[in-house]
């Protein structure tokens, strides 16, 4: 996992799940910032290539998401308006 802040004040954060089966996971973001009320996942996996999902709810800086198996999940956090 690894995680950057952009010029704009928007996050990226990067997830590899190299396991066989779903992994759920959750992520705190400390020191990062204000960001926005949404992190919006991006799955590349077997059947998807950058593909956009449902936005998920951020609160206190946290959110989480069931990452599909053998998956590159990047997750966008707009910055705070």
Do not use: C, E, K, Y
Request: charged share 10%.
């Amino acid at each position: 996992m690894t995680a950057f802040r952009n010029r704009d004040g928007s996050v990226a954060v990067v997830v590899l799940n190299t396991a066989t089966s779903a992994q759920n996971a959750s992520f705190a973001l400390r020191g990062a910032g204000p960001t926005g009320p949404v992190a919006i996942p991006f799955v590349t996996d077997d059947t998807d290539a950058v593909a956009a999902q449902v936005p998920l709810a951020v609160a206190h800086g946290s959110f989480g998401m069931n990452l599909p198996a053998r998956s590159l999940v990047t997750f966008f956090l707009p910055a705070q308006s």
